[in-house]
């Protein structure tokens, strides 16, 4: 079949704007195998098929398998990538923080602002011109920043441990970059005008009655707080709630009692409550994928290997988020 006389090199790794597995699938299109005992599998997954490499369950193949041949080597940066990638997506709560996703292919980028006229919620009279949503571009680039971790190690000391339980390792690093880009989100609300409103206390009850008000007309659906806000929340008695608690034990999502989903962010300022509406009030952009130094990670010159991802935040609507501080 066509994935088997595939030629596997580093230099795939370096295509401008394509991860190696689209590479991979351009020469061997997943489509075509509709039906088959493929059928499922990406082009990658192929690739390890191929060289009878498993990388999880019984019967998981050592750190070595990977370099048996030279082309089998060349996948090893893609699997680092997808098992950091998995750890990302574990702890990733930017989905419900972020309304669009741009992916660049450069280091600058300026976002979008949208100003609508004061007047747009009146009623427009006969031979009178709608009311104006003025786009332009922002005079200030996005602050896109790289976050990661050097991998110190040799391949001596890797090379007969299982793939799985390496697997764990490289999925607390994708951990940690997700934790910190979550955090790079909330300093942009939290530096970027979002109003916050000071309480001599914890918040109540009726504070964030208020906040969901105040919100309005977005919708009130995230809740941002750390770990002491998120304590002092989960103290009101509203939030005690059968039904959340049942969602709580049964799914491991907070949803508070106003509907919004409550997001742990364990880095943010202390006693610091952030109200949003997820469909309006930050953008990701994101340069490129996970980056991983392939060439390093193909020769076995593991011993500082860098793996990171590069991304920044824009707020789109600045009255789409309000906070709390108390």
């Known amino acids: 079949m066509a994935f088997e006389n595939i030629t596997l090199e580093k230099g795939m790794y370096g295509v401008p704007g394509k991860s190696f597995t689209q590479v991979l699938e351009?020469?061997?299109?997943?489509h075509q195998y509709t039906g088959t005992a493929m059928a499922g599998l990406d082009a990658y997954q192929r690739q390890l098929k191929r060289f009878g490499i498993k990388v999880s369950g019984p019967g998981c193949d050592t750190v070595e398998k990977f370099f048996t041949s030279s082309q089998s080597a060349a996948l090893f940066p893609e699997y680092v990538a997808r098992a950091v990638k998995q750890g990302m997506d574990r702890v990733n709560h930017l989905p419900d923080m972020v309304a669009a996703v741009t992916n660049i292919n450069g280091m600058d980028y300026r976002t979008i602002q949208a100003e609508t006229d004061e007047a747009a919620a009146n009623a427009v009279a006969e031979g009178t011109n709608l009311?104006?949503?003025?786009?332009?571009?922002?005079?200030?680039?996005?602050?896109l920043k790289k976050r990661g971790r050097l991998v110190v190690s040799s391949y001596e000391a890797l090379r007969f441990h299982k793939l799985d339980l390496?697997?764990?390792?490289?999925?607390?690093?994708?951990?940690?970059?997700?934790?910190?880009?979550?955090?790079?989100?909330?300093?942009?609300?939290?530096?970027?005008?979002?109003?916050?409103?000071?309480?001599?206390?914890?918040?109540?009850?009726?504070?964030?009655?208020?906040?969901?008000?105040?919100?309005?007309?977005?919708?009130?659906?995230?809740?941002?707080a750390g770990t002491e806000a998120l304590q002092d929340l989960l103290k009101i008695e509203e939030f005690k709630d059968a039904q959340a608690g049942l969602n709580f034990h049964g799914t491991g999502k907070l949803i508070t009692p106003l509907g919004a989903t409550l997001i742990h962010v364990p880095t943010m300022e202390p006693k610091k409550?952030?109200?949003?509406?997820?469909?309006?009030?930050?953008?990701?952009?994101?340069?490129?994928?996970?980056?991983?130094?392939?060439?390093?990670?193909?020769?076995?010159?593991?011993?500082?290997?860098?793996?990171?991802?590069?991304?920044?935040?824009?707020?789109?609507?600045?009255?789409?988020?309000?906070?709390?501080?108390?």
């Open 131 to 143: 009311p104006e949503t003025v786009i332009k571009t922002s005079d200030t680039l996005v602050e």
């Open 166 to 224: 390496f697997t764990v390792t490289l999925r607390q690093i994708g951990a940690y970059i997700a934790q910190m880009q979550m955090q790079d989100a909330v300093d942009v609300l939290l530096n970027g005008g979002t109003n916050m409103t000071t309480l001599n206390a914890a918040p109540t009850y009726n504070d964030l009655v208020s906040l969901w008000g105040s919100l309005a007309p977005y919708n009130f659906n995230t809740i941002l």
């Open 26 to 30: 351009e020469m061997d299109d997943s």
């Open 273 to 326: 409550i952030i109200g949003l509406d997820k469909n309006c009030a930050l953008e990701m952009v994101q340069a490129g994928e996970i980056i991983t130094d392939y060439d390093k990670l193909i020769d076995r010159q593991m011993e500082r290997a860098g793996i990171s991802a590069i991304a920044g935040f824009a707020q789109i609507y600045g009255d789409a988020a309000k906070g709390l501080s108390y």
